[in-house]
């Protein structure tokens, strides 16, 4: 082994000082070369005020926090919700305030804060603010005020959301997908402002996170530091920077088929609307498509399901490599599985609508592009356990978190090929079947994600470390009855007991199917109350915590060695960091430590296996 | 508009050899173009993938609904001196908006030069053009409205002929107005010199303005009015 090294050292040296000053020399100072900088430093704007510092800051940072609370705080309301939901399943009648039309309404909630309000801002608003500047080496994102414009463009889509809750009729009841026609008709709950307060929040949202999505996009390519190439980014930053691009691209069709909608609604247009009798009578509306609402509803609604998943994969990849101390296994094929991915996800969006009536060779095309997706999928998930395989492993909280994400990520994704098939989605199809798998897949692998992460970065942000007792109890509370909730509604579903019901009736479900309801119900009471733990670990280490010493987790990215632990405005202090390495130079043979940070320079490892990566 | 970039300590190459190791390098991706100018290109896409959903779903809609659709080069023909001519009108606004393109790009090129006043004028020209095709959209809507034409229905067809064509030219119509809005801006700041000596910081930022602006601006005009060739054939011509 030791001959090998001595022999690769050369080779590297002679290799990169080539390259760069154009003389075969051994060992000169140029191998740690890297040219200028092509751009002036960023001037920022400094806030003075509590006002221009906390409230309308133009620092990503912060701005990621408020996006990140603005985010949680939905998700808490979308967790309630899913509470009423599963009392009413579990012991229908128990809590009569809850109607029918109650029950219709939480479930359409529930869904879309769960998906946008929570997830989406949570991932690319609040992880993308506050990682993407400090992991390629920027002050800031390169338009701060735009940004700023951004969080404040969510919190009133947010604020409007909610209001919706308040309003005549409530909020609209028409499940998240929001079909036409029956959503604007009358009979549906919230047909009334509920709708078009939803309508509107979206199209803010859409345009809110336009603003934000400009910024991670040009920040990652045209705002990186000396040295930061795109292959030497972490996977973070891929992925969030990837999920961004489908955003942009996504988004569109959702503002479109809103921007519809809502003129269906007010001023009595029929783009969605076909001839409609209602108790005998003919109503204004006619030769409209509800199709095209699907179609437009999902070229942004399966790309949507991907903008959640990817930044959760550069995030997961990164958490593992750190606390496995290893790099991570294939990072270019990490990459472009995820570019693929992405590219992917916008030829299977009519994979949601099997059953509407498709022609069959239509769904043949669709069901073969959406099996492809396994491939590049596939390939992330062996090269998360290559990762782990003969790796340094701490079994911490964050690991725990990691490795609950990819068995409930690959249980999610094998249920996935399931619905994928025509033949074998058609009468799965509306069942808890795909309750169960969709919310394994991209409901509770990415919020373990989240919480690893939360674990992970909460020392960086605050200069405290959770403590790991409760994060364990978190964890494991959560892991445990996460599938004690899912796993019983695949069974559920096997025997036809179909989603979005308010109750069983009379039905034959009633006999197998109530008591397994029972304890889905009590797991989810459990894994919703399981949440204080973190909470309550928030709150106390915020009071009374361990104060974290620098780089703790002993990573190599750039966001670890900041000028200050948490880093200030402006990120690196004086002097941008210079970068000459990939963010995975872990346990390396020969080197002192058993990380190389990003900012090493080739010859202070020259005796290393890895000087230069 | 500007010349070739010059970056230190990197060889910009030709081709697709150049586009690789540009991509392939540090800093930045796009060598030498503004923040600014690469966020309007990024947005742009976005934006057209918005329009690309209207009209997608104008070509759904109209292939699917049960009542005939009415026939254009009737509906938006003019009378000139007591002869009906088809798409009079649309030809004029077309002329105007491609004209107004033409001024755009002709203040960019003063702009880069420093030609202060020769920029701020043709900014100026290019509002006003703007603001013609605004007009002449008015007019034409207010054509429409007064024959009957409304957006959940016409005497002259389907019904969606209405809903989808008001949808479409007023979201247009809207792009074109904010276009409008921030050229008379743009063209206030050329001449009181804000692009001059360094740049002018803007309010509440650190942002320094710089003649790069212009082009930006010029992007998004450009646009517009690509996307008003796409309207006008697949609404008129169609």
Known sequence: MSDEYENNKSGYQAQSSEAITGSAGSTSPDIDYVRPAELPEQDLYHGHTFITKWVFCQDAKVIGVQYFLTAVFTGIVGLILSWLMRLQLGFPGLAGFITAEHYYQFVTMHGMIMVVYFLTALFLGGFGNYLIPLMVGARDMVFPYVNMLSFWMFFVAVVILMASFFVPGGPTGAGWTLYPPQTILEGTPGSGMGILLMLVSLALFVIGFTMGGLNYMITVLQARTRGMTLMRMPLTVWGIFTATVLAMLAFPALLVSAIMMTLDKVIGTSFFMPTILKAGEVLEYGGGSPILFQHLFWFFGHPEVYIVALPAFGIVSDLISVHARKNIFGYRMMVWAIVGIGALSFFVWAHHMYVSGMNPWFGFFFATTTLIIAVPTAMKVYNWILTLWRGNIRINTVMLWCLGFIVTFVNGGITGIFLGNVSVDVPLSDTYFVVAHFHMVMGIAPVMVIMGAVYHWFPLITGRLLNETLGKWHFWTTFLGAYSIYFPMHYLGFIGVPRRYYEMYDSPYMTSAVGMNEFISLAAFLVGAAQFFLIFNVIKTLKTGKRAPKNPWKANSLEWHTSTQPPEHGNFGERLPVVHRWPYDFSVPGAKDDFIPQTTPPSEMVHTKVEKT | ?238
């Open chain 2, 1 to 238: 508009m500007s010349s070739d970039p010059k970056i230190d300590g990197f060889e910009l190459k030709p081709g697709f050899r150049g586009m690789a190791s540009d991509t392939g390098s540090d800093q930045t991706m796009f060598k030498g173009v503004h923040w600014g100018k690469a966020m309007m290109w990024i947005f742009l896409v976005s934006d057209t993938f918005v329009f690309s959903c209207f009209l997608i779903a104008y070509m759904k809609g109209r292939g699917s609904t049960p009542v005939e659709w009415p026939n254009p080069s009737e509906v938006f023909a003019l009378d000139a001196f007591g002869v009906p001519v088809p798409l009079l009108l649309i030809a004029l606004m077309t002329f105007v908006l491609i004209t107004s393109s033409g001024t755009m790009a002709l203040a960019v090129k003063y702009g880069y030069e420093k030609n202060r006043k020769m920029c701020g004028w043709l900014i100026l020209a290019t509002a006003i053009g703007g603001l013609t095709f605004v007009g002449m959209q008015v007019y034409e809507w207010s054509k429409l409205i007064h024959e009957g034409v409304r957006p959940w229905g016409n005497p002259f067809g389907a019904a969606q002929f209405g809903s989808f064509f008001f949808m479409i030219t007023g979201f247009h119509g809207t792009h074109v107005s904010i276009g409008v809005i921030f050229l008379f801006i743009y063209a206030y700041k050329v001449f009181a010199g804000h692009y001059e000596n360094g740049g002018k910081r803007g309010w509440f930022t650190t942002m320094k303005g710089d003649y790069v602006e212009i082009e930006i601006l010029g992007l998004y005009w450009h646009f517009v009015d690509l996307v008003w060739v796409f309207i006008f054939a697949f609404f008129y011509l169609w």
